[in-house]
């Protein structure tokens, strides 16, 4: 894990975080956001909708760009003001998730800093967005 004061930012750093979907993991944020959707929870039904098997829930995908935001850049003390999302693909069990964000403005009067977000899936968008933090000045 690794932190960065405002003063420390640059347009154009980047980090990233890599995540493998688990049946566990779908299951365990269905029971924390209550969210029982059978798209994600039941086989049988996710074969009859468009997805052809069970997807993983997007706002899962979406809290890893949470962990790269809050633990690596701008990492410890950040605080998530805004993100902005669009869902383009479905994401499976077993499927390796890469949430990556970069630094794309910085506003030093405010200290905070715009970042591009993206999830990845062997290299194909799935999810993308854009996120507000704030982050703390060395001084």
Same mark, same amino acid.
């Given at each position: 894990? /690794? /932190?960065?004061? +405002?003063?420390?930012?640059?347009? %154009?750093?980047?980090?990233?975080?890599?995540?493998?979907?688990?049946?566990?993991?779908?299951?365990?944020?269905?029971?924390?956001?209550?969210?029982?959707?059978?798209?994600?929870?039941?086989?049988?039904?996710?074969? %009859?909708? +468009?997805?052809?098997?069970?997807?993983?829930?997007?706002?899962?995908?979406?809290?890893?760009? /949470?962990?790269?935001?809050?633990?690596?850049?701008?990492?410890?003390?950040?605080?998530?003001? /805004?993100?902005?999302?669009?869902?383009?693909?479905?994401?499976?069990?077993?499927?390796?998730?890469?949430?990556?964000?970069? !630094?794309?403005?910085?506003?030093?009067?405010?200290?905070?800093?715009? +970042?591009?977000?993206?999830?990845?899936?062997?290299?194909?968008? !799935?999810?993308?967005?854009?996120?507000? !933090?704030? !982050?703390?000045?060395?001084?």
């Amino acid at each position: 894990m /690794s /932190s960065y004061f +405002f003063e420390d930012l640059e347009v %154009g750093m980047q980090d990233s975080h890599e995540k493998v979907v688990s049946e566990g993991d779908i299951a365990n944020f269905a029971e924390v956001s209550g969210d029982f959707n059978p798209v994600h929870m039941d086989e049988d039904y996710a074969v %009859g909708t +468009f997805f052809k098997s069970r997807i993983a829930h997007g706002m899962l995908t979406a809290s890893f760009i /949470s962990t790269v935001l809050g633990t690596k850049l701008p990492g410890h003390g950040s605080i998530y003001l /805004s993100q902005t999302l669009r869902f383009l693909a479905p994401v499976r069990i077993g499927d390796t998730v890469k949430a990556l964000a970069r !630094v794309v403005s910085l506003d030093m009067a405010r200290r905070r800093a715009q +970042f591009a977000c993206f999830c990845e899936v062997n290299g194909k968008i !799935v999810v993308e967005g854009e996120a507000t !933090v704030f !982050v703390p000045s060395r001084t």
